[in-house]
């Protein structure tokens, strides 16, 4: 799924969260343990009943396993804002003008990620493609269009929980899938409008004229017999 626009943190986040959830590929077994067929799992940015909606196939088959995610909600951070009202000063790479960035707002993100699949043997692979590296977190880099010499590490958190739901009350027209839910708070920033830069100061023009007859009141010690008095 590729998203795009203008420097919008929460899509870039959204981006980089269904990055880290990608490429996950499961194997088929037969009754050797050999493995004959790999599978991608598929990942999409939509509600879960939108997915069971969508991707059915030509003879009204759900098209398993399959991965999605949506944003459940979005808060602020108050344990990361910092006490700087001005703002911080930074120089892009290759430029001689300053930037003013003014303090960006700390949010948490949550997603809610459903794994649907046909068979638990699909399931567990996926859920082990994933825990193992997310104890209690990992973290993504991700910059913004306006901001592309400036870098961004995030904690991605997981909640410890994988709710399983097991098909049940099946009928002869109803194919049988497993869901997994889990999810994750995505430790962002929205920065403000991208400020006017300002010139560096890079020379500074003087005239300096070396002398050593300066006058005894100009001295820093008092002169020898001087009457201090």
Known sequence: MNIYTYDHELITMTNQFLNSMSDIVIKRFNVHKEARDQIKVRIVYAPKQRVLADLLDRDQNLQLPVMSVQIAGIS????????KILGTFHTPQYSTSSLHE???????????????????????????????YINPYFVVSWRTPNRKDHE????????????IQYPTD??????????????????????????????NIHVIETNLTPTNTIVSEYLLKPCVGRDET
């Open 152 to 163: 961004t590490r995030s904690k991605v958190f997981w909640d410890g929980n994988v709710a």
């Open 76 to 83: 602020r951070d108050t344990e990361r804002v910092a006490n």
């Open 170 to 199: 099946l009928n002869a027209a109803t194919v049988a899938r497993v869901v997994a839910e889990l999810s994750f708070t995505f430790k962002g920033w929205v920065f403000q409008s991208l400020p006017d830069s300002i010139e």
């Open 102 to 132: 003014r303090t960006p707002l700390p949010i948490d993100v949550k997603y809610n990620v459903s794994i649907m699949t046909r068979y638990q043997e699909d399931m567990d692979q996926i859920i082990s493609h994933l825990i193992p």
